[in-house]
């Protein structure tokens, strides 16, 4: 199969970019660099690189009128709700703009696409209180970047109503695994945490930011299981204009994730607590009932993926 994956050398690109390949797959990467790595990618004669923005409207249509795609994994974007509230019209060029033009050359000249499948996030919710958010729960977007995300997977469904582009969205919970980059201001919590972890072992001096007491609770779920729900997807007749969760519908706390770490690295990092920040939520947990309806079943428990990604730091040395 050929696949175009936007945000290919990021951290969820890059994993999906390497399992394709391992499984004989051809693929596309559209990356400008500034949240991922070339290094995360495996090196291969089956990857095609373009290093450039998905703002970029002559590299994506010479890329889309050139190529004859199957699959479409549009995971470029500005992931950070605090950078989309500093700058929300930089962040919307990205976070929306991308998706539109992408969809409609997608309509013009890739008549043979079997998938276009659009990253949005669990951040359109917001604060809604309810234990467990399922994609029919009414939707609350406290920053742009949640706007701009559920505009997004709004319109991806559309052009599958209106115009027959076959698509489905996604609404992304916590995911954590290799190749998330610490140094990244859009960096998830868990590789933060590991990282500090990491130095505090290696003799360096480090703290956590605590923002909050902690008990604020996520749905988080391990790469490796975040590919298995995409594949589930992109493959089912059923998700077709669908928007899915993808997530474990486990609750874990900030707090039980930093006790885990201590566990496992034997250490006890030293915290800073600070305010809450704005935009913040403070609950954010999958109902996974319609993702598992289409086969699927996440292998990892929080337990079992955190020590899977210490694992991985000491096989990369």
């Known amino acids: ?40 990618i495996r090196e291969t004669d089956k990857v095609k690189f373009f290093e450039g923005s998905v703002m970029d409207k002559n590299l994506l249509s010479s890329i889309i009128k050139a190529e004859t795609f199957d699959y479409i994994f549009h995971l470029a974007a500005v992931a950070s709700v605090a950078d989309s509230i500093e700058r929300p019209l930089e962040t919307h060029k990205v976070n929306y703009d991308s998706v539109l033009y992408l969809l409609n050359l997608c309509k013009k000249y890739q008549p043979g696409l079997k998938r276009f499948i659009f990253s949005s996030s669990s951040a359109v919710y917001g604060d809604i209180d309810l234990p467990f958010k399922s994609e029919s729960t009414p939707v609350k977007p406290l920053s742009q970047y949640a706007v701009d995300k559920y505009a997004g997977e709004r319109t991806v469904l559309n052009f599958y109503n209106l115009y027959g582009v076959p ?30 972890f990491q130095k505090l072992r290696d003799g360096e001096k480090t703290y956590f930011t605590l923002f909050g007491d902690g008990k604020q609770t996520r749905d988080f779920i391990f790469v490796d299981d975040v590919l298995n729900a995409l594949n589930s997807i992109a493959i089912s007749s059923k998700s077709l204009g669908e928007v899915y969760n993808v997530g474990t519908g486990t609750v874990t706390s900030l707090n039980q994730i930093i006790k885990i770490l201590s566990g496992i690295y034997s250490i006890e990092l030293p915290i800073v607590q600070k305010s809450v920040r704005k935009g913040d939520i403070r609950q954010s947990v999958a109902s996974k009932e319609k993702l598992t309806s289409l086969g699927f079943d996440a292998t990892y428990t929080v337990n079992e993926g955190l020590n899977k990604l210490v694992r991985s730091f000491h096989e990369r040395k």
Request: with cysteine; glycine share 12%; charged share 15%.
């Open 1 to 40: 199969m050929n696949y175009l994956v936007t945000g290919g050398a990021g951290f969820i690109g890059s994993n999906l970019v390497n399992r394709l390949v391992t499984e004989g797959n051809h693929v596309t990467i559209i990356d400008d660099l500034s949240m991922g790595k070339k290094c995360n």
């Open 167 to 196: 698509t489905s969205a996604v609404r992304f919970f916590n995911v954590y695994g290799p190749n998330q980059n610490p140094s990244s201001p859009y960096s998830g919590v868990v590789s933060i945490l590991t990282d500090k």
